[in-house]
């Protein structure tokens, strides 16, 4: 519901930003950009379940700055993002796992990632107002907060926890596409979804110069 739900939204807002953007003029392209993303995530409850019989969901809210230069075609991005995760404390079992001896309580707390990142992104135009970009990023997360699994034995949670780290450093994939709306020739705002750490769509408001 959640995928469908996303989807509606970004239908609106493209509709919107479209009847918008060509109230402008063509624009002119400056090779220097800024700007500010955010963006929702969340990795489906159907991939969970391939690998668990009882899980929690898992999603985020991402945000952050970036600054880049353009090309004709291609534009590259250097990104700093944050994401808050939400993901609620609770029983995991392992698929094919005996509900009664193989049950782990995760507690969670404060959980999120600090991420450096860089996104090429190639630019179709399908309009004076509007393009279309496909965006390639690959960098490196640094997880933060708590996450202890503990043992449940005889449906009771054991006092001191299993396991309690998280790892260091996480590699970041992104696979985006975008549609940029110009609403003057130096300020547009781009409409993204697909793959970034989970299925995921948002905003971005870009400056140029």
Same mark, same amino acid.
Do not use: C
């Given at each position: 519901?959640?995928?469908?739900?996303?989807?509606? *939204?970004?239908?609106?807002?493209?509709?919107?930003? =479209?009847?918008? %953007?060509?109230?402008? @003029?063509? +624009?002119?392209? $400056?090779? /220097?950009?800024?700007?500010?993303?955010?963006?929702?995530?969340?990795?489906?409850?159907?991939? *969970?379940?391939?690998?668990?019989?009882?899980?929690? =969901?898992?999603? %985020?809210?991402?945000? @952050?700055? +970036?600054?880049? $230069?353009? /090309?004709?075609?291609?534009?590259?991005?250097?990104?700093?993002?944050?994401?808050?995760?939400?993901?609620?404390?609770?029983?995991?079992?392992?698929?094919?796992?005996?509900?009664?001896?193989?049950?782990?309580?995760?507690?969670?707390?404060?959980?999120?990632?600090?991420?450096?990142?860089?996104?090429?992104?190639?630019?179709?135009?399908?309009?004076?107002?509007?393009?279309?970009?496909?965006?390639?990023?690959?960098?490196?997360?640094?997880?933060?907060?708590?996450?202890?699994?503990?043992?449940?034995?005889?449906?009771?949670?054991?006092?001191?926890?299993?396991?309690?780290?998280?790892?260091?450093?996480?590699?970041?994939?992104?696979?985006?596409?975008?549609?940029?709306?110009?609403?003057?020739?130096?300020?547009?705002?781009?409409?993204?979804?697909?793959?970034?750490?989970?299925?995921?769509?948002?905003?971005?408001?870009?400056?140029?110069?």
């Amino acid at each position: 519901m959640r995928f469908r739900h996303m989807l509606l *939204i970004l239908a609106i807002v493209v509709l919107v930003l =479209s009847t918008t %953007a060509q109230a402008g @003029g063509p +624009f002119i392209e $400056y090779p /220097w950009t800024v700007g500010a993303r955010a963006q929702y995530m969340f990795i489906p409850d159907g991939i *969970i379940d391939s690998y668990y019989d009882s899980h929690k =969901s898992i999603s %985020a809210l991402g945000y @952050g700055l +970036f600054w880049g $230069y353009g /090309w004709d075609i291609i534009e590259l991005h250097m990104n700093l993002e944050n994401y808050t995760a939400f993901w609620k404390s609770g029983t995991w079992l392992l698929k094919g796992g005996d509900f009664d001896k193989d049950r782990d309580y995760i507690d969670v707390k404060g959980v999120g990632m600090a991420s450096v990142d860089a996104t090429a992104w190639f630019k179709v135009p399908i309009g004076d107002y509007v393009q279309y970009r496909i965006g390639l990023g690959l960098g490196v997360g640094f997880p933060y907060g708590e996450v202890k699994s503990y043992d449940i034995i005889e449906g009771e949670r054991e006092e001191k926890p299993d396991t309690e780290s998280l790892p260091s450093v996480l590699p970041v994939f992104a696979l985006e596409n975008s549609f940029v709306f110009f609403l003057h020739e130096q300020f547009s705002i781009n409409v993204n979804f697909g793959v970034k750490n989970g299925l995921s769509s948002g905003l971005m408001f870009q400056a140029y110069f």
